[in-house]
């Protein structure tokens, strides 16, 4: 049983910058693929960003491309969200995911582990 942990959010001006980090523990993430959703109230869960376990590939919303990068660390079965040039609209809840499948990143049905969530508010 693998638990996520989210942590690094906050408040943060229109163009700052966040990095989120989701701490596993209970079971090594090497061999999960892991992913970064968002939700805010009353909207579904929406994919940010995926890594894959194979080969590392990194997958992103078109909303963030460009913006935001994913990145793991096996050695310390940890994941990261840095988070560039925010915007107001991408306050919402962020969320922590892992998967066993390498296909499917984009969805929510692909993960098995879910964190708790850490909130991010970019002020205008």
């Known amino acids: 049983q693998v638990e996520l942990a989210e942590s690094g959010g906050g408040l943060v001006q229109s163009g700052g910058s966040l990095r989120l980090t989701c701490a596993a523990s209970?079971?090594?993430?090497?061999?999960?693929?892991m992913a970064w959703f968002r939700q805010t109230p009353g909207m579904e869960r929406e994919f940010v960003a995926a890594?894959?376990?194979?080969?590392?590939?990194?997958f992103y919303a078109d909303s963030v491309k460009g913006r935001f990068t994913v990145s793991r660390e096996n050695n310390v079965n940890t994941v990261s969200l840095q988070m560039n040039n925010l915007k107001p609209e991408d306050t919402a809840d962020y969320y922590c995911?892992?998967?066993?499948?390498?296909?499917?990143?984009?969805?929510?049905?692909?993960?098995?582990?879910w964190g708790r969530g850490t909130q991010v508010t970019v002020s205008s």
């Open positions: 890594i894959n376990w194979s080969s590392g590939r990194t």
């Open positions: 209970g079971g090594t993430i090497r061999r999960y693929s």
């Open positions: 995911a892992a998967g066993g499948n390498d296909v499917g990143l984009s969805q929510v049905g692909t993960y098995i582990y």
